[in-house]
């Protein structure tokens, strides 16, 4: 080509264009708009402003002029170390847990002295005559079981199955009658 | 009935007419805007975001126009950094290895209707040969057949560098079409 002028050629769009171009900017660019529109602007009264500015100055001149206030004491060094403990190690926590279970059970007066000392008694209902009064049943000693030992084994066999075959029985009633 | 620039200003001034506004001006802009952002980026797709973003950006900036200058400069301005942004994206995308003006060929052809002249499809690859500034000139000059002085607002030169812009640009799509047009 030898000559050629451009002012001469014909001014197209040669690019390949969607259907609904137009349409679809105009919805996408609307969309953005009206979501802009909707969001609310917080506009801050003045009047509100410096209510809540006199307030957070009268509370804090407050709090800061209390003579109760912990917060003066942890700023304070010398109280604050003074407060402070040292940590307690697992051992120690756990010997302080069982002194405290063992408290408790002195507490509620379950030595073995009390239950030694308090004899087991039944006291029969008022107007049931059929029931035998019993006496007070108490504790066996160690002297009283040798002396019981020593009386079992002068009996034979036959005789000892036959007691206790009477003494199931005595112990089954005291049980759950 | 095709609605003046006056109205529109005073449709988008007054915030309960605002959305009829943004209508108008797309009604009377989409297609120049388009295809103005359209020659600068090449990607079909692209130059619709752009062309969206453009209009959000006037609509939210509305306060800022001066009516001094005409509405069409002020969005021709607004358009043309938004391409040019869009561009420098584009190109950090691509490949650094390869040729920029390689890349612009191919996306040429990958976004021209089937039916287009050759001599056409030269002149766009001629048009992407050329520097960023000649580029803006010339389409602005060439298609949107714009005065040197509202060019000279858009892109901030003054109207001598622009004529020596546009005659430079216009010499080398000459030459270009010249060595690579086969018939």
């Known amino acids: 080509m030898k000559e050629f002028d451009i002012e001469k050629l014909e001014r197209k769009n040669i690019y390949k264009v969607p259907d609904d171009l137009f349409q679809n900017i105009q919805d996408n660019v609307m969309n953005e708009v ?34 109760n206030d912990p917060a003066k004491d942890m700023l304070n060094p010398q109280s604050y170390a003074s407060n402070m403990q040292k ?63 020593e009386y079992l084994d002068s009996f034979s066999n036959s005789e000892i199955s036959e007691l206790a075959s009477n003494s199931t029985q005595d112990v089954y009633l005291d049980l759950y009658n | 009935m095709k609605i003046k620039d006056a109205e529109i200003i005073s449709l988008m001034q007054n915030p309960r007419t605002q959305e009829k506004g943004v209508r108008a001006l797309m009604d009377a802009y989409q297609s120049r805007l388009y295809w103005h952002i359209r020659r600068i980026i090449v990607d079909g797709d692209l130059a619709q975001d752009t062309l969206q973003e453009t209009f959000i950006k006037a609509y939210q900036n509305f306060h800022q126009f001066k009516n001094d200058s005409q ?41 021209t209707a089937g039916d287009a002249e050759e001599i056409q499809l030269l002149l766009q690859n001629a048009i992407q040969s050329l520097p960023e500034k000649q580029k803006l000139v010339f389409m602005m000059r060439y298609y949107d057949d714009l005065p040197y002085e509202e060019i000279s607002k858009i892109v901030d030169m003054s109207v001598g560098t622009l004529k020596t812009n546009y005659h430079y640009a216009k010499q080398k799509i000459e030459e270009f079409i010249k060595e690579n047009y086969e018939k």
């Open chain 1, 34 to 67: 009206k979501t802009e529109k909707k969001v609310p602007v917080f506009k801050l009264n003045w009047m509100y402003a410096a209510a809540a500015s006199l307030a957070l100055i009268f509370g804090a001149t407050y709090v800061f002029n209390s003579d």
């Open chain 1, 87 to 149: 940590p307690k190690t697992e051992s120690e926590r756990a010997y302080e847990t069982l002194e405290a279970d063992l408290t408790s059970v002195e507490n509620n007066n379950q030595t073995i002295a009390n239950q030694e000392t308090k004899p087991v008694s039944y006291t029969p209902e008022k107007g049931n005559e059929n029931v035998t009064e019993r006496k007070p049943v108490k504790a066996t000693s160690k002297k009283e079981d040798t002396k019981m030992n």
């Open chain 2, 71 to 111: 509405l069409y400069t002020w969005l021709y301005r607004i358009a043309t950094n938004e391409a040019l942004q869009q561009v420098n994206k584009m190109k950090k995308m691509q490949k650094t290895d390869e040729d920029p003006e390689y890349y612009m060929q191919n996306l040429v052809a990958d976004n």
